[in-house]
C-alpha cells in the first residue's frame, strides 16, 4: 500500500457529460501519473504531474486534462466523456527507488 | 507503435511447471525493466526489476533474463503455482528521464492449473 486513494472506485455516466476522477495520496510524493487500462493495451499515460501546478501529457492524453492544486491530490477531467474512454483509470506515484506503484483502479463506464 | 511488446497474451501451464513470458523494446534509451503482477480488481504491484548492465536477476521463484543486443528480457516463473495466476505486464523507462514515466507492452494472462 503506497498511500494512494483513487475516488470513485466506480462510476456509470452518460456520454457528453463531465467526469473527474480523483487520486489521493498521503506521502508527499512529488510525481504523480494517471494511466489508463484497456485490454491489450498494457497500461498508457495520460498525464503525469511532478508537482504542485506542474503537469505534462502522456502518450494519450486527448480528451483529458489534469490539475494538481496541492501535492497529495492529482485530478484527471474527462470535459465531454466520450465511450472511447470507458476504460479503468489507475493513479500512480514515484517512491523511493524510482519505483512506481497504483493505485487500486476507477472503472468508468460510458454509455 | 508499440515500443515494448510482449507476447504470449495468454499462458496456461500446470502447477509446477515453468511460466515464460517474453517482451522486446525498441528504444534503446531504455534502462530500467520491471515487471509487474495484477490480480483481478487490483492495481498492477511491482514483481521484480531489472537494469540493463545485469544480464539475469533472481527474487525467489521469478527470474528476469534480459539480452541487451536482442532487445529483449524475459520473466521466468518456476515452480508456478495456482496464486501466480494473474496478469503479469513487462514495461520499460528511462530511470534518468523526468518522471520516469513507464511503457508497458500489452500483458500476459497466466492461469496455473492444479
Known amino acids: 500500500d503506497a498511500g494512494i486513494t483513487q475516488s470513485p472506485r466506480h462510476k456509470v455516466t452518460e456520454t457528453g457529460t463531465p467526469v473527474t476522477l480523483r487520486c489521493h495520496q498521503t506521502?508527499?510524493?512529488?510525481?504523480m501519473y494517471w494511466y489508463r487500462q484497456d485490454p491489450g493495451h498494457g497500461l498508457r499515460l495520460i498525464h503525469y504531474s511532478y508537482g504542485v501546478k506542474d503537469t505534462d501529457k502522456g502518450e494519450v492524453s486527448d480528451g483529458y486534462s489534469v490539475s494538481r492544486s496541492k501535492t497529495e491530490d492529482f485530478l484527471l477531467t474527462l470535459e465531454s466523456a466520450t465511450s472511447s474512454q470507458t476504460s479503468v483509470y489507475f493513479c500512480a506515484i514515484r517512491g523511493p527507488g524510482n519505483t512506481i506503484y497504483f493505485g487500486e483502479g476507477s472503472w468508468l463506464t460510458v454509455v | 507503435q508499440q515500443q515494448v511488446k510482449q507476447s504470449p497474451q495468454s499462458l496456461i501451464v500446470q502447477k509446477g511447471g515453468i511460466s515464460i513470458i517474453n517482451c522486446a523494446y525498441e528504444n534503446t534509451a531504455f534502462d530500467y525493466f520491471p515487471w509487474y503482477q495484477q490480480f483481478p480488481g487490483k492495481g498492477p504491484a511491482l514483481l521484480i526489476a531489472i537494469r540493463p548492465d545485469v544480464s539475469e536477476k533472481k527474487e525467489g521463484r521469478f527470474t528476469i533474463s534480459f539480452n541487451k543486443s536482442a532487445k529483449q528480457f524475459s520473466l521466468h516463473i518456476m515452480d508456478s503455482q495456482p496464486g501466480d495466476s494473474a496478469t503479469y505486464f513487462c514495461?520499460?523507462?528511462?530511470?534518468?528521464?523526468?518522471?520516469?514515466?513507464?511503457?508497458f507492452g500489452g500483458g500476459t494472462r497466466l492461469m496455473v492449473k492444479p
Open positions: 514495461a520499460a523507462s528511462m530511470m534518468n528521464n523526468a518522471g520516469n514515466m513507464l511503457t
Open positions: 506521502e508527499n510524493h512529488r510525481y
